[in-house]
């Protein structure tokens, strides 16, 4: 998850004092209320998401994962496609490239069909995007709105940062969830935006992240979630947010043309890396292979961005939930979390939970030569050879050998780097979210997650990343036999452990670049 520079603030004030520019907001409009359409169960969604639900269980739902990027967007891309009554849409971050804009024509050709979409996005990655946002919003049945507005409408992120600072205490408030409702019966969450680096089409760097589709009661409370963020003070019509209202005809024309540099089709293997026929096939054929499992939902109320500090942001937060849920463990925990900066709370609960036995607490994260986030790092960096001390097993996703196990995609010449965020808990409970393992999701951002209480699940996940190649495709970390450093395990070809006292790669820069910068950032900026 891209964060916000936070670390230029200093030299951003300096520039706006001498540039003199600040945007405003036009003044708020009140926006209709609307909620999700419950008449749903003549649709085939509702149909098909049932079909293989238990007899006598109506408290269950059904869930299957999506570690594949193919798959995970054409399960998306199916769901609007067989959606015939609504299509609610809730997302960080859609980007006007190649994969954005053919999700985009998507929902354009849903709203066509006479299905209502309702598209709601976080504004911070919107700059450059009020043409097209105006010109979809132009459509019949589609309704668009934007989570708590910048200021500026400049076309670069750092400008628009840069002109919103006399905002600043508002604006590093965001919106992380991720979720796509259709005909409030089938959804898709987890981890990834929707953006070509997410779907294996970044040319440098593709993401690992995990998604998973639910049908079934889960799906409802989605729509009721959704309906809070939709309905609240933080969010506006996006025509109430851009100043410029261009003439309907004009704006579809725009938005049409833009559509020309959306990739026509996401190529898609036959089965994915669990052996499995895409969403999209077994919805043609009338069943889904899920999953049936009771679940809890986590979402935060959207004015958690509102509240007066950390410690009432918290509470009742996505994060306490799923701590709670860690602390509940009695055997061991794997946390999967890209960005992990524990802090003095998570560093308490780790203890209690090793007890002074190491493995229970098995984290995984990305390498300084995999993570888009070096400041982040460094601040993960801050608690790593404590972690160590006290038990916690820690493995780092390598750039150049991690995407090398093929069980998430075929990398091609680009790095792997990690953007799941997922957990284990006593090989029964899993789970998957938008959440990171940092003082912004906690008390800063909104968040959403799905706890799974499903032994199955885990076992498909445990499938997913064991086998041989598990250890060969990740850094294994330890403290030197002095314990005065931390080191990096690698298997050579032939098994034998490559021992790094360094972070791999050198990266000699990166490393300046946060020792100059890390003293400038605190912690609840990461």
Known sequence: MPKLPGWRIALSFLAVASLGGCGTLPAPMPAPASHAIT????????????????????????????????????????????????????????????????????????????????????????????????????????????????????????????????EFARINHRMHNKLLVADNSCAVTG??????????????????????????????????????????????????????????????????????????????????????????????????ELRWAPAQLYVDDPGKIVRGNDAEAFRGSVTEGTLRAFDSARSDVTIVSPYFIPGQRGMEMMRRATGGQPGRIFLVTNSLGATDEPLAYAG??????????????IRE???????????????????????????????????????????????????????????ELVADYNTLVSGPSRASTVYRLRLSPDASHVQWLELDADGNDIVHDDEPGGYFWLRFKNWLMLPWVGEELL
Not at 112 to 133: E, F, H, I, N, S
């Open 39 to 166: 008449e749903v169960s003549g649709t085939r969604l509702a149909q098909v998401g049932a079909a293989g639900a238990p007899p006598g269980q109506p408290g269950l739902s059904g869930f299957r994962l999506l570690p594949q990027a193919e798959f995970a967007f054409d399960a998306r891309i199916a769901l609007i496609r067989q959606a015939q009554k609504s299509l609610d849409v809730q997302y960080y971050q859609i980007h006007s490239d190649e994969i954005g804009l053919l999700f985009l024509r998507e929902l354009r050709d849903a709203a066509a069909r006479g299905v209502r979409v309702r598209l709601l996005m976080d504004d911070l990655y919107t700059g450059g995007q009020d043409d097209l946002l105006l010109g979809l919003a132009a459509h019949a049945n589609v309704e668009l709105r934007l989570f708590n507005p910048l200021p500026s409408r400049a076309g670069s992120l750092a400008a628009r940062f840069l002109f919103s600072l006399h």
């Open 397 to 455: 996703i390598g750039p150049g050998i991690t995407g090398k196990s093929g069980r998430f995609g075929d990398f091609g010449s680009s790095i792997s780097r990690l953007h799941a965020k997922l957990a284990v808990i006593d090989e029964r409970l899993l789970f998957i979210g938008s959440m990171n393992m940092d003082h912004r999701s906690a008390a800063v951002n909104t968040e959403a997650g799905l706890l799974i209480d499903s032994r």
């Open 191 to 288: 981890g990834r935006n929707i953006a070509s680096e997410y779907f294996m089409h970044g040319s440098a760097a593709n993401f690992i992240d995990m998604d998973v589709l639910s049908c079934g009661s889960v799906v409802r409370e989605m729509s009721q979630g959704f309906d809070r963020y939709w309905n609240s003070e933080q969010v506006r019509p996006v025509g109430n947010v851009v100043a410029r209202t261009p003439a309907p005809d004009a704006a579809r024309r725009h938005f049409d043309e833009a559509l020309r540099a959306a990739i026509p089709e996401l190529p898609l293997p036959s089965r994915d890396v669990m052996e499995r026929s895409s969403v999209g096939h077994q919805l043609e054929a009338g069943m889904l």
């Open 380 to 393: 993960y960096r801050r608690y790593r050879a404590e972690m160590l001390r006290i038990g916690v097993a």
